[in-house]
């Protein structure tokens, strides 16, 4: 079984809104998915219907080969990005509860969660309430009765909100852990500098539909424009430029380089290749800067959502 | 199924251990009985005062045998002052009022003539007095003008007291039914502040998961429908723990209590009967006055009582709480429910109201039987008429119509609690409660 998730033709609808309209998934196992897409696209509730906090009209779900049922809530961890504990509640007790509503027993959970709470250092709040504690201290606790049943399937919805950088990176440390213990992560978030770190794979949701996915760096190969920055020290910068544009779309550069150059973003355009372009730069000055423009998981979203509206 | 046994205990323990839990248990029978003890000797102290009222009689007919001295009034004549004078005296003394007899010429013109002036408007058990004397005096003086012997009328007055029984031969006795109207009706108000605290503690226990955020996590665990559930048993369950102390505590606290005022409730019963039968009835009772109370209280059909007072408990809490329960998930705040909890307490309130109305005065009336069988009246005003007997076949069609009446609510109330914990922002409106209803 080389998927742990998939998402088939799944409809929600609210009445007369339809908030997801026929929208497929394939999760890999063992990989961290991104799903992304703007706020009120349909990603939190696809995201409820995995968590079988909400029934699909139609479509299914199928969790490692087996139809998504109640007792599969124990094989998923889900972090929401409305998130909370009980105030009033002592840290200890709220946890071993919900480790209990997950399934655990008693005994098991709490080898668990002495193990987490070492591990995060926090082992002195056991007994305090969540009302005494910080937001970030909270959101710890929070991670951590997420992750203690060992899910083979895990929900992040927006996981480095309320962090410092400090404990983001090690949340972030701790996903990528778990993934390679054999979780399969599905990450939702608005930060795509996290996403290019994290994810194997994309989803983009907008306006209830699929409108993109599949493995990142194919998707990146999809959306290559061909871009080249750059950088070139010679005599007479304005000749080069106006021959340059006989045969390259020229456009003004957006980058800086220490020395003064004549900087520019060349688009291959129809029969030119790369090598075309090297070797009439390199014929007319010296070459500083030859970078391909990659297309940013930022760029991507923001042309894919444009496109689709 | 263990799911929600954990639920139940996690609400159960959360609200037990709550500090204003352990106050109310144990703090308010002792405030009840307080407060009782506080109105009774206020009531003493307020009637304690000595009233000074003056008549003036130009009918010449009244005498100072009429208007005998009581402990909290007394009588001055001063008719010899005259009208005005008296008046002027009463207005600038320390008196409670003038009685101004004029003179008339026939007892009836008369009857209708007497004027009472005051600085405050008198009470009315002090008017009522007045008035009775005036009544007698002048009855008494038609019936000597009809040539009746005054002393052959006193002769004549008799006393009945009808003995009750019912068909299974318990003998009641006035003292027993009113004993069975305040059980009951106890019982009822019992209810019905059982059903309004503990729902609304069902319902802030909803919009804390709401606006703790915790709901997502906690439903992505459970069905909604079984934290629903939890709630409600785990409040039932504190709401009958909290009962069962509050029982133990008020029976020690009336055995002791029924020793002292005991005698109190006999002597009020014997008042009105002529002195010379009293003496026979304090024989009889001499004694064992505060045990005849309780033995009266015992021979209510007591064990019945309670297992109905727990079921109906559970009922009538059970369709009411899953209500509160829904209106807890549509809102965010505690703030928005009110327009939300007419609707809901209204029914309650109906049923004490025609509780008292109407079970007082016949517990078997049409009214008394009709809401004693709507599921949403039916726990208080049945807890009223119980007391009195009520049918077996009564009972099973009541609590039969309690039962499906409550899967129901709960039933749709899940229906609206499953979508609205979700829900955050606009407050709701009926209609899109309806709509929640299809989603």
């Known amino acids: ?309 | 199924m263990s799911k929600l046994k954990l639920i139940i205990q996690r609400e159960f323990i959360a609200k037990v251990r709550n500090k204003s839990f352990i106050v109310m248990t144990f703090l308010s029978p002792l405030i009840m009985v307080g407060m009782g003890a506080l109105v009774y000797f206020l009531m003493q102290k307020n009637d304690e005062k000595v009233k000074k009222i003056v008549y003036v009689d130009n009918s010449g007919m009244f005498s100072k045998e009429d208007f005998k001295d009581s402990k909290t009034i007394h009588f001055t004549d001063y008719t010899a002052l005259g009208v005005e004078e008296t008046k002027k005296k009463v207005e600038e003394g320390n008196y409670y009022g003038a009685l101004i007899i004029p003179k008339q010429d026939s007892l009836e013109l008369l009857a209708k003539s007497i004027e009472f002036y005051s600085k405050d408007s008198p009470g009315m058990s002090v008017m009522s007095s007045m008035e009775n004397k005036i009544e007698t005096k002048i009855r008494n003086e038609k019936l000597t003008n009809y040539g009746i012997d005054l002393e052959k009328i006193k002769a004549s007055k008799i006393n009945t007291d009808i003995k009750m029984f019912n068909f299974s031969g318990e003998e009641s006795s006035k003292l027993i039914n009113g004993l069975k109207i305040g059980v009951g009706a106890i019982a009822g108000y019992f209810l019905m502040m059982f059903v309004m605290i503990y729902g609304t503690s069902v319902m802030r226990s909803v919009i804390e998961e709401k606006t703790s955020r915790i709901i997502e996590i906690i439903v992505s665990s459970v069905k909604p429908f079984q934290l629903m559930l939890g709630k409600i048993l785990g409040n039932a369950s504190a709401g009958l723990l909290q009962f069962f102390i509050w029982g133990i505590i008020l029976f020690i606290i009336s055995i002791v209590a029924s020793s002292i005022f005991g005698v109190d409730m006999v002597e009020m019963q014997t008042a009105r009967v002529p002195a010379e039968q009293m003496e026979a009835v304090k024989q009889a009772t001499e004694g064992d006055k505060g045990q005849m109370i309780i033995q009266e209280i015992f021979k209510l059909p007591i064990l019945k009582m309670f297992v109905l007072f727990i079921f109906y408990f559970l009922g009538g809490f059970m369709l009411y709480s899953s209500l509160f329960a829904a209106v807890g998930a549509a809102v965010d705040n505690e703030t928005d429910t009110q327009q939300f909890m007419l609707p809901i307490m209204l029914p309650l309130i109906l049923g004490v109201y025609v509780g008292f109305a109407t079970v007082i005065n016949d517990p078997h009336g049409s009214i008394a039987v009709l809401f004693s069988h709507i599921p949403f009246t039916s726990p208080i005003v049945m807890l009223m008429r119980v007391p009195f007997g009520v049918s077996w076949y009564e009972l099973a069609i009541s609590m039969a119509l309690l039962l499906v009446t409550f899967v129901f609510m709960v039933w749709l109330a899940a229906k609206i609690y499953r979508v609205g914990i979700l829900m955050y922002g606009k407050k709701p409106t009926y209609k899109d409660l309806y709509k929640w209803l299809k989603y």
């Open chain 1, 1 to 309: 079984m080389k998927n742990l998730l998939e998402v088939n033709n799944v409809v929600k609808k609210y009445g007369d809104f339809t908030a997801l309209n026929n929208v497929s998934l394939h999760i890999p196992k063992g990989s961290v998915f991104g799903l992304l897409g703007p706020n009120g696209a349909g990603k939190t509730s696809l995201i409820r219907i995995i968590n079988q906090i909400t029934m699909p009209d139609s479509g299914s779900v199928i969790l490692d080969g087996e139809a998504l049922a109640p007792k599969h809530t124990a094989q998923i961890g889900y972090l929401p990005e409305e998130r909370g504990l009980y105030k009033s509640m002592k840290v200890g007790e709220q946890a071993l509860y919900l480790a209990q509503l997950k399934g655990l027993s008693k005994s098991e959970a709490k080898k668990r969660l002495k193990y987490w709470f070492e591990k995060f250092d926090i082992s002195a709040w056991w007994n305090k309430k969540i009302e005494e504690l910080s937001k970030g201290m909270a959101q710890k606790v929070q991670f951590i009765v997420t992750v203690m049943h060992n899910p083979k399937l895990l929900i992040f919805d927006e996981p480095f909100s309320g962090f410092d950088p400090i404990n983001a990176q090690l949340i972030a440390k701790e996903i990528l852990q778990l993934r390679e213990e054999g979780a399969t992560i599905i990450f939702s978030t608005h930060r795509m500098e996290s996403v290019e770190e994290m994810c194997d794979e994309i989803a983009l949701i907008d306006k209830s539909n699929k409108i993109l996915d599949g493995k990142l760096d194919d998707i990146k190969r999809q959306f290559r424009t061909h871009t080249f920055q750059v950088g070139l020290e010679t005599e007479n910068p304005k000749e080069v430029e106006e021959k340059l544009r006989k045969s390259f779309e020229v456009f003004p550069a957006d980058f800086k380089l220490l020395n003064d150059s004549l900087t520019m973003n060349v688009k291959l355009t129809e029969g030119n290749t790369s090598n075309d372009l090297l070797s009439f730069l390199t014929s007319r000055g010296e070459v500083q800067h030859f970078v391909e423009l990659i297309p940013s998981a930022n760029d991507i979203f923001i042309q894919a959502v444009n496109k689709n509206s």
